[in-house]
């Protein structure tokens, strides 16, 4: 990654990486999900095609502006979110 995106800061490649892995994770582990959700109109035995849009979005999201940081987020300490939480 360090050689494809020689400018990017360690640390966005760093999320970058963790989000493409979950990505691919997440795909592999739920592929029952994303049959229902789509009505089988996504082809989860087109590998390639898989690894193109999980590159796809991780390029996107790896090449993006970065205008600031996200905000820092409290506990709730009760536990449950409330509209006033978001």
Not at 37 to 46: I, K, M, V, Y
Not at 75 to 86: A, E, F, K
Request: net charge negative; proline share 5%; with cysteine.
């Amino acid at each position: 990654m360090r050689r494809a995106l020689p400018d990017r800061d360690e640390v966005e490649l760093y999320w970058g990486l963790h989000f493409a892995l979950a990505m691919s994770h997440h795909t592999i582990r739920e592929k029952e999900r994303l049959a229902k959700l789509s009505d089988g109109h996504c082809d989860l035995n087109d590998v390639d095609g898989i690894i193109d849009r999980v590159v796809s979005a991780s390029m996107m999201a790896l090449t993006a502006s970065v205008t600031s940081k996200a905000p820092v987020r409290t506990m709730v300490p009760h536990g449950r979110l409330t509209p006033q939480d978001i």
